[in-house]
């Protein structure tokens, strides 16, 4: 059966190999040739040596979410052969290198098995133990290439932009591409009949991990302080911001960093020199994961109190604990939500994809100003750390900071008295100053009992005041984060409500069980707290599956909290094996469910 | 509280017009005879001495009874009064945003050699610009009387009983971590402490002045060694300084063989007094030793035991521009349209 351009392909690798930036070579190759294409990233927790996996998803429908069968496989790591083995599909290919034959181990009559001595070949044409190792990958792309007729000249000119200042390794790389190339041509019949044709749908569009999006974002919020504290998945994020910033934010007059990045000692002093950051009226950031959250609890309880604005990205990885720190999970929603002691609930924004950790980081700032309050954008290892097709980012030359109620010197100098916890507007958001403005302005921040003037208190009814004038903001929240995306027919009584990275498994299942006559609508939420439109979704729908990846249903929680959903109308479908979520599992579930409805 | 407005037109004025009581803050609510009481008193002279605009200070501290004082001095400043440790980090986030203040942070014992070491530490690691003060009295005051990390050992608890693991010194932690401006004091010499604090604040990078401040609530009794009556009796003032601000000229007579002046960044000098001729305020191996003999010996010294004027502050050290970041216009932070449009090339 020929499959043109829907397939997957899975390269099975030792990590520390180099096998990155054949994969990468790979994917780009893919999509310079029109054809949509996602490429996930499946790695340890480690430098090197245990094995590691990528799993390229062609898609002329142009679905980015984890293919739920391998066509072809790449088995480069003889550790995983079995597993590596299992994984194809019936009817599809397995590549290994044949230097050491290994025909015992590699026995399923439903597959076919191609050897193709790629050690061998690059042992006898290139020098150096290391030149040869990552050789023998790039030359596994070269095999493919020749096996589902990748255009070698757009992989020639990838090479020769990449190693542009390097010519000899432009030189040796296409090399290593002739020798997989050369020698598939040469024994087997090509190209296989799961193969690519050229389209025209990339056309705008680019190849972007959302850790970098967001840290572009970063940049074109304004951000000039980002502190952090190492942690996978969140550090490339910091990365990108490092890279971007230099740049673009060196002073062309001075040579001067137009940036200050602070490696932190830990997470609870990277969320403090945030705050003390944007206590000083800049813009301040910093990257982390679930257990740096869990570190900074009481400082995000502090700037709720204290009113201090902040933006954290969590790129959420598998917990609980150190958990598995390079798998994906959706399991922060309830600790971001109401880190801290004390009664505190914060801003939550959720993107599903690179595109949207840009424009939500963005967003993050502007919301942490005018709110001041610590803004949380959780998004995961998936979305952070794997290329998705996006479309061009777009910058509006009109956007400007809003930096929220901060009193300038002139308004203060016009002033009578300034205090700090006043609602004068009513939409519970008060007034701020910047230290160094005016005399008048200055004010004691502080975690301990306030009143309404911002002066130290223990009287019951001017503490109450204020924490009840925060939940006054907390509404005014409501009505300013992101809306859920929503695609509604009144045909449907059952619905799909999900989060994130959710979001192309449930696009892609949609469609499918469409097909079976099972109409869906879906809803997506974007932001924490609900605004009225979930809670209108919710209301209009006798059921809805709530599908999520973690284990407890920690988005259903929330709704239930939030905005008083009926917890029997909401049943969870869960996917929390560290592993992306795919349509296959959703499409599973919800027939499961309905099996289940029919049967009751 | 704030206290009762009494002027009087024969008050001294500083260059900018204000009295000290200018740089007064809120009344205390510290217990009476209160060690730290004293210190905000050397803190407000010095601010008011240096002619230093309120609203261009900013105070820092973390969480204890020291941590409170900020509201006792300055009230035209702003304060921030962080969570219990933390207030290295907020103090480095607001000097990574706003080079342009001076940075006074009040801490205790506890908060700066228990629940916030690391903290400590890496603020001294950043040579982050500021004046850190520890209100040392070797207990926890707030929660009742518990041993602090800087109790001696031996030293006896107000309920009799004796500590025996050894104390974390400030002073010694901060010379092993390579803080550039290092003093020690106590609270009841205003004398040594103003010139101190000065040299402090004008000192560009980390300055420490751990400051023996006794807790006459639970540790000013027979057998502690963080009482008034232990600290009178073996403290000695070894290195004592002047601070003599810029464009000053040096009036006082010194001994050439026993004097010798520093320069700060900013123009202003501090004028080593020392007693012994070959101690070398600038080494830090020096220092160290002299500090650990003393130790030994029971002695309590103060003084500025050592200045490095040499090592850049936390902005140098990252190259970032002079103008603080804070003030930069949106305009020269955001790379623009055209720049982005471009960018999109390189991810396809």
């Known amino acids: 059966m020929s499959k043109i351009n829907d397939f997957a392909i899975k390269i099975a690798t030792v990590n520390g190999t180099g096998s990155a930036s054949a994969n990468g070579l790979l994917t780009k190759s893919i999509f310079r040739m029109g054809i949509p294409i996602v490429g996930k990233n499946y790695f340890p927790s480690n430098i090197q040596g ?115 200042s390097k010519k000899h390794l432009a030189k040796s790389n296409l090399d290593a591409i002739s020798l997989g190339y050369d020698y598939v041509k040469e024994h087997f019949s090509c190209p296989l009949p799961t193969m690519l044709q050229p389209m025209d749908e990339t056309k705008d569009h ?128 309830l600790l971001c939500a109401y880190a801290s002691h004390g009664d505190t609930k914060h801003v939550l924004l959720f993107p599903a994809n690179p595109e949207e950790c840009f424009y939500m980081a963005v967003a993050a700032f502007d919301l942490a100003d005018q709110l001041q309050t610590p803004i949380m954008m959780l998004s995961d290892l998936d979305i952070g750390m794997n290329d998705w097709i996006c479309p061009n980012l777009q910058w509006d030359e009109n956007y400007q900071p809003d930096k929220g109620k901060v009193l300038s010197a002139e308004d203060l100098e016009s002033m009578e008295q300034f205090y700090r916890y006043f609602d004068s507007d009513g939409d519970g958001i008060p007034y701020r100053t910047l230290p160094g403005e005016h005399p008048k302005g200055a004010y004691f921040t502080r975690g301990s009992g306030h009143n309404k ?6 009287d019951s009814a001017e503490y109450q005041e204020v924490v009840d004038r925060l939940l006054v903001k907390w509404n005014t929240a409501r009505s300013m984060v992101p809306a859920p995306t929503i695609e509604y027919s009144k045909f449907n009584s059952t619905a799909i409500l999900s989060v994130g990275s959710c979001d192309e498994a449930i696009k892609e299942a949609l469609i499918r069980l469409k097909e079976k006559n099972i109409g869906m609508n879906y809803c997506r939420v974007k932001a924490f707290p609900f605004n009225d439109d979930v809670k209108t979704f919710i209301d209009k729908h006798e059921q809805i599956y709530v599908v999520e990846q973690n284990r407890d249903g920690q988005l259903r929680s929330l709704l239930i909290l939030d905005v008083d959903a009926d917890p029997k109308k909401l049943i969870s479908i869960l996917h929390y094996d560290g592993m992306p979520i795919n349509a296959g599992f959703v499409i599973d579930k919800v027939e499961e469910e309905i099996t289940k409805g029919c049967v009751a | 509280m704030p206290k009762p407005i009494i002027s009087h037109p024969k008050l001294p004025r500083n260059k900018l017009g204000l009295i000290e009581r200018d740089y007064e803050g809120v009344v205390s609510t510290l217990c009476a005879g209160c060690g730290h009481d004293s210190i905000t008193a050397a803190i407000i002279q010095a601010v008011f001495e240096l002619d230093l605009e309120p609203h261009m200070l900013a105070k820092v501290s973390g969480i204890g009874c020291s941590s409170k004082t900020p509201a006792y001095f300055v009230s035209q400043s702003h304060g921030f009064n962080a969570v219990h440790g933390r207030m290295p980090s907020i103090t480095t986030g607001a000097n990574a945003a706003n080079c342009d203040l001076t940075y006074i942070g009040v801490s205790g014992d506890g908060d700066s050699l228990s629940i916030g070491i690391g903290q400590f530490a890496h603020a001294i690691r950043r040579n982050l610009n500021m004046c850190y003060i520890i209100e040392n009295n070797g207990v926890y005051g707030l929660t009742k009387g518990q041993y602090s990390a800087s109790a001696d050992v031996g030293s006896s608890a107000k309920k009799g009983a004796a500590n025996k693991q050894s104390p974390i010194d400030a ?27 000065k040299g402090a604040l004008a000192h560009k990078g980390f300055a420490l002045i751990d400051i023996i401040s006794p807790c006459v609530t639970f540790n000013d009794h027979e057998g502690s060694t963080k009482s008034y009556a232990h600290t009178r009796q073996f403290y000695h003032h070894v290195i004592d300084v002047d601070f003599v601000p810029p464009a000053n000229e040096i009036k006082a007579a010194y001994d050439d063989g026993a004097s010798m002046p520093v320069e700060l960044h900013d123009g202003s000098k501090v004028i080593f007094r020392k007693v012994d001729k070959d101690y070398d305020p600038t080494s830090r191996a020096a220092a160290f030793s002299f500090l650990r003999s003393s130790i030994n010996a029971g002695e309590i010294i103060t003084g500025l035991l050592y200045i490095n004027e040499g090592n850049g502050d936390m902005h140098e050290l990252s190259g970032s521009i002079d103008t603080p970041l804070s003030k930069i216009p949106y305009e020269k932070l955001n790379p623009g349209k055209k720049v982005l449009e471009k960018l999109m090339d390189r991810y396809r």
């Open chain 1, 206 to 333: 680019i190849m972007m991990d959302g850790n970098t999006a967001t840290g572009l974002g970063c940049v074109f919020a304004g951000a000039t302080v980002g502190a952090w504290y190492p942690i996978t998945p969140s550090t490339s994020l910091m990365d990108a911001y490092k890279s971007f910033c230099k740049q673009f934010r060196m002073d062309t007059e001075t040579g001067g960093k137009k940036f200050c990045i602070v490696q932190a000692e830990d997470e609870l002093a990277a969320i403090g020199i945030v705050l003390g950051a944007t206590w000083n009226g800049a813009r301040a950031f910093t990257p982390t994961s679930g257990p740096g959250i869990s570190l900074m609890g009481e400082f995000i309880g502090f700037a709720y109190y204290a009113e201090l604005p902040a933006v954290i990205f969590d790129v959420q990885r598998t917990g609980p604990s150190t958990g598995m720190p390079t798998r994906t999970q959706q399991c922060d929603l």
């Open chain 2, 171 to 197: 002073v010694g932690t901060a010379i092993g971590l390579g803080a550039t401006y290092i003093a020690r004091s106590f609270s009841g010499d205003k004398q040594q402490l103003v010139p101190l604090i």
């Open chain 1, 50 to 164: 245990l094995p590691t996996w990528y799993e390229v998803r062609v898609s002329k429908d142009g679905f980015q979410s984890r293919s739920s069968c391998i066509d072809i496989m790449i088995a480069m790591n003889s550790q995983t052969y079995s597993k590596d083995m299992n994984d194809i599909v019936s009817g599809g290919w397995l590549i290994y290198d044949s230097t050491w034959p290994r025909s015992n181990l590699l026995n399923r009559k439903d597959i076919t098995v191609l050897g193709i001595p790629l050690s061998k070949m690059c042992n006898e044409h290139f020098d150096g133990t290391r030149t040869r190792i990552l050789m023998k990958n790039i030359a596994y792309v070269g095999a493919l290439a020749a096996l589902i007729d990748l255009d070698l000249d757009i992989i020639t000119k990838l090479l020769e932009e990449t190693f542009a």
């Open chain 1, 453 to 458: 003037y911002g002066a130290y208190t223990e």
